[in-house]
């Protein structure tokens, strides 16, 4: 199978991302440079775009084992939105309530920025600002809602809003709709569209891609490949979801899937009965994750977290397709809009996300070694990583920013526990998730069961 063939197959978004997936040259043994960046998703993209517009200078080489956007860059659910991993009341405790309202409004500024980048720089990335509407279909998911939006307000932000079951059902007409938030601060896109049009545009400013060059190991001003190591001031660490196969690494971040179903383009009739007129990104306030877009196409895409996390955090292909996950994702969308009953779901697909043991993502480097990285984003990586791009800028060219100041700068999470302890305690939170959705549904009450393992679960 040619690699075109190879990647393109991987989503909805790589078939439709209007590129041959030519491998761009491998590394051809030993080089030395300024920065080199491993990992060619948007952590390690986004650092080498703005590395290379403040100084065009440097020698910024970025090594990819595969091709730009072939992980979760590529295949997200394509919400670049303002959520952070760790809530405002979690950063606040670690720092001060301050410092957690700074890096909010960083997150929501970033939002913004990338749409503004993909202006600029000519990527057709499908990108359209229409906020996010989160349904409340049942009675203890309206008291979540209610609680976010009065947080929100004490909070003194305004990108909150507490909307009523008419207001909701008027902008995205689910079933069971009791009401919803809606924020404005979130732009749903084409992820992999974004990736490779990113990856073109570093190029243009004379930064290097290496594709098809495995990094089996980070050291010191060390890249390591199985084709030469490259020497650099500063060495990135941009892996994400793949950060376990690193050496010395393999409890740091780990790899938990997230899989997604696409529909066939719908009619006008449909979306006139379905909603979502702004392309508005969608889920609701259930305990397991969901997450939804209309596209530009006007296909739904819709995801969800519950596959389960692999044994020792190994990286499989097989991880990325779960028959029954996928069922429970198509009957729930069924179920949230009837009149899809009947239309034809063209792709299923799905990736690994990157999680550290406190679920608060962190960027930083370490001047001694050079050694930088970015990462544990959740699932929020489409605009927390520009973001990063932006502070790693800053930390490498040594200037002391707004951004370099901010409380997920230089953060150290937990490592992960050795296994079993971990295939045991992150499955059996998954699984509780689940079973909390289905307690509230027969109790009419916020779940007893939810609340106790939260904290397990950041």
């Known amino acids: 199978m040619s690699a075109a063939v190879n990647y393109a197959g991987l989503s909805l978004w790589h078939e439709t991302a209007r590129d041959s997936f030519v491998p761009r040259p491998a590394l051809e043994g030993d080089l030395s440079c300024d920065v080199a960046i491993v990992g060619a998703g948007y952590t390690g993209l986004w650092t080498a775009y703005y590395l290379a517009r403040a100084r065009p200078d440097l020698r910024i080489v970025v090594l990819e084992a595969e091709s730009a956007g072939f992980g979760a860059s590529g295949r997200n659910g394509g919400w670049c939105s303002a959520l952070f991993p760790a809530s405002q009341e979690k950063l606040a405790a670690m720092t001060s309530p301050e410092e957690a309202a700074a890096q909010h409004r960083a997150m929501r500024g970033s939002v913004d920025e990338v749409v503004r980048v993909a202006e600029a720089e000519g990527i057709e990335a499908d990108v359209v600002k229409g906020g996010t509407l989160v349904l409340a279909r049942t009675a203890p998911q309206l008291v979540r809602a209610r609680a976010e939006a009065a947080a929100a307000a004490a909070s003194g932000t305004d990108d909150v809003t507490l909307l009523s079951a008419a207001d909701a059902r008027a902008r995205l007409n689910a079933t069971g709709v009791l009401g919803a938030t809606y924020t404005p601060d979130c732009a749903a896109l084409h992820p992999a569209k974004l990736a490779r049009g990113l990856a073109t545009t570093v190029e243009r400013y004379g930064v290097t891609v290496h594709e098809r060059t495995r990094v089996t190991a980070i050291r010191p001003h060390e890249a390591v490949t199985e084709r030469g190591t490259v020497r650099a001031d500063v060495v990135v660490r941009a ?30 009739s449909v979306w006139d009965e379905i909603g979502l007129a ?21 296909r739904l895409v819709f995801g969800g977290r519950g ?33 899809l009953h009947g239309a034809r779901f063209t792709h299923a697909w799905g990736g690994a996300l990157g999680i550290a043991r406190d679920w608060c993502a962190s960027v930083g480097l370490d001047t001694e070694t050079g050694l930088a990285w970015a990462g544990g984003y959740v699932g929020d990586g489409v605009s927390t990583t520009n973001l990063a791009g932006r502070t790693l800028r800053d930390l490498v060219l040594g200037s002391p920013t707004d951004l370099t100041a901010l409380p997920w700068v230089g953060h150290r999470s937990p490592d992960w526990e050795p296994e079993p302890l971990r295939w045991l305690g992150v499955n059996v939170g998954l699984r509780a998730m ?12 916020p779940s007893l069961l939810a609340r106790a393992v939260a904290p397990l679960l950041g």
């Not at 376990?244 to 066939?264: C, K, N």
């Not at 392309?279 to 209309?294: A, M, N, P």
């Not at 689940?434 to 009450?445: M, P, S, Y």
């Open 239 to 268: 892996t994400e979801g793949y950060t376990a196969a690193l050496p010395g690494l393999s409890r740091a971040v780990i790899p938990v899937y997230s899989l997604i179903v696409a529909t066939e383009p719908l009619p006008t």
């Open 278 to 298: 702004q392309r508005e990104t969608f889920s609701d306030h259930r305990h397991l994750i969901v997450y939804g877009q209309r596209t530009a196409d006007d």
């Open 307 to 339: 596959a389960p996390y692999p044994f020792a955090s190994r990286i499989s292909a097989q991880h990325e397709r779960n028959a029954a996950v996928f069922g429970k994702l198509r009957s729930t969308l069924v179920e949230m809009f009837p009149v």
């Open 434 to 445: 689940t079973l909390a959705d289905g307690e509230e549904r027969l109790t009419g009450r």
